[in-house]
């Protein structure tokens, strides 16, 4: 039996020759929360970006496959992967100020998907719109509805934005940091949210995060990411009891600790990134030959 | 373009915040108003038939200097033509120009803009190249070459501003549909299945327009100039059809004897481009939904 999201061995890279993502292989299944830590530049949302097939114009899939739904996107016509992307997964984007199209009011932007492909009425995808809004707590909807993005503040474009992933009842959505934009006291209800939602409509979840804190929070299992290798995949509770990879223990060492301020500031070793880089050298050397 | 100035209109209604219509649209909008009226109603509301020639009545100064001759509001030229009438069918003419070069360049320029900003790669490289050459040609060098090879008259100004100036546009709008297509609604937009092509006219071209209303009215004002110096040295619409540019190059010779030959044209011409670049800064400070 295949996961719902199933990457095996994806190789991602520039144009130019650098690689990004180093054979990476993942299982997020229905219903499941599976959360992607890392430091910036690990390859985290590049992985959700392949999936979805959003990648920047200057980095390419270079092998490997992406099993969704049990059936291989890579193998699809770049339409065809489109459609069936459209239909099954959505996007809940890093930065609600950009992720909304500043010309065009809300209520569209959320019903775009359902009418778009789902061939639902105008007014069916209204009413749910209407209703989504609500669920993710938006007092007066049909006033948001017509709104344009700037008149909202963050948190409530970061709600639309999470009614609008839920939308059209997706099997799959990816949170490329959904919280990184917000302060603290609406992260926190943005993530008790995000929670609600999945668990409400049993969606698989891909969430990524650097924030170590805040998968504890909603994750199921765990990937940690080093120079797009993953160098450490288990269950949220073994991993928060017992790390088995010394980069995992180093990064949990790392996050500040608010019950213990007189530590300071815990570097990652400089033994644990020597380890790391001996593991890249040999990955590289071992996939060249 | 019509339609979603519109449709912030009708925002401005509901949400019962009401900016004030600035000073600067009022003013630059009712001279351009006024100037359309009279280029439009300019055979029945012209005092004089301005080709009539009266060398009994040249250089007749205007209304409030002592020597006027009523009917002649702002004098006459040399060869004894009513300077009001000349200017209100020189307008005509320079509005036609303005409004025809003014869209045809906007509609080819973005066009092609907003195709090499968003598909880059090929398209990108060869348009943004011939942008490089042609922006190596000093444009009244050119406009001037250009009439020449291809003959005077009103189709030739308009080919000649179109063809020197869709880089303004192309560069512009190219820059700012890169700067769009980076954003992550358009991700959004395409994880939402739609295709390149309907992402680009929906989502990116909304959000363009502040951008190419401005450079439209900007490009209007510069076609008016162009079309000013292209008249200016003779190279316009055949020599007896008033132009503002034309009364200008004839207002110069009699500068001592008659200013207000040379004085009144320069008027309209100062007043109608900064009206225009002025208007298109104005809608863009009301309407533009980022900026307010």
């Known amino acids: 039996m295949i996961a719902y999201l199933s990457i095996r061995n994806l190789s991602v890279s520039l144009s130019n020759g650098p690689e990004i993502l180093r054979s990476i292989s993942l299982d997020v299944d229905a219903g499941e929360v599976h959360g992607l830590v890392g430091e910036s530049g690990a390859g985290k949302s590049i992985i959700g970006k392949s999936v979805l097939g959003i990648l920047p114009r200057a980095m390419g899939i270079t092998s490997g496959e992406i099993w969704l739904d049990g059936v291989n996107l890579l193998s699809l016509s770049v339409a065809q992967r489109r459609r069936r992307i459209g239909a099954l997964a959505a996007l809940i984007p890093q930065d609600p100020l950009t992720a909304l199209n500043p010309s065009r009011r809300i209520g569209p932007q959320i019903t775009r998907r359902l009418v778009g492909i789902l061939g639902w009425s105008k007014s069916a995808a209204q009413a749910r719109a209407l209703e989504l809004l609500k669920e993710v707590h938006i007092e007066n909807p049909e006033h948001v509805m017509r709104s344009y993005p700037h008149e909202l503040s963050g948190g409530m474009r970061q709600r639309v934005l999470i009614a609008s992933a839920f939308a059209a009842e997706p099997k799959l959505i990816i949170a490329d940091e959904p919280t990184t934009a917000l302060d603290v006291t609406v992260q926190k209800q943005i993530l008790r949210l995000v929670g609600e939602m999945q668990a409400r409509h049993r969606t698989a979840l891909l969430f990524v995060t650097h924030d170590l804190g805040v998968v504890s929070k909603v994750c199921d299992h765990l990937s940690v990411l080093y120079a797009g290798m993953i160098v450490e995949k288990s269950q949220m509770r073994s991993f928060f009891a017992a790390p088995s990879h010394p980069y995992s223990r180093a990064l949990l060492a790392a996050s500040p600790k608010y019950d213990d301020l007189s530590g300071g500031l815990v570097p990652v070793p400089q033994a644990v990134i020597d380890q790391l880089d001996g593991e890249i050298t040999a990955f590289d050397k071992g996939s060249r030959t | ?292």
């Open chain 2, 1 to 292: 373009m019509l339609c979603s100035i519109q449709s912030y209109a009708m925002r401005d209604t509901r949400s019962e915040i009401r900016p004030k219509l600035g000073i600067r649209l009022w003013l630059c909008g009712g001279w351009l108003f006024c100037l359309v009226l009279g280029a439009l109603f300019a055979p029945w509301i012209s005092p004089q038939d301005p080709l009539a020639q009266d060398l009994f009545a040249a250089r007749l100064p205007p209304f409030w200097v002592a020597g006027s001759e009523p009917g002649f509001w702002l004098g006459t030229d040399s060869l004894g033509r009513d300077v009001l009438s000349r200017m209100l069918h020189g307008a005509r003419l320079a509005l036609i120009v303005a409004f025809i070069a003014g869209t045809l360049t906007c509609l080819i320029g973005s066009t092609l803009g907003i195709f090499a900003g968003y598909y880059q790669g090929w398209a990108d490289r060869v348009i943004s190249r011939f942008i490089d050459i042609w922006m190596a040609f000093p444009p009244v060098l050119f406009a001037i070459l250009l009439i020449a090879v291809i003959g005077t008259g009103m189709t030739s100004i308009i080919i000649a501003i179109i063809i020197i100036d869709w880089t303004r546009f192309t560069r512009v709008v190219r820059a700012e549909t890169m700067s769009q297509s980076v954003m992550d609604y358009i991700a959004s937009a395409q994880v939402a299945g739609r295709g390149k092509f309907s992402t680009m006219v929906s989502e990116i071209l909304p959000n363009l327009l502040p951008t190419i209303v401005v450079l439209l009215s900007l490009e209007m004002g510069i076609a008016v100039i162009v079309e000013a110096i292209l008249s200016f040295v003779n190279l316009s619409i055949s020599t007896d059809s008033p132009t503002w540019g034309g009364m200008i190059a004839e207002g110069r010779i009699s500068i001592h004897q008659a200013w207000w030959v040379l004085v009144f044209p320069l008027i309209a011409l100062f007043l109608t481009v900064l009206s225009f670049s002025q208007f298109g800064e104005g809608l863009k400070d009301r309407f533009d939904p980022v900026l307010r």
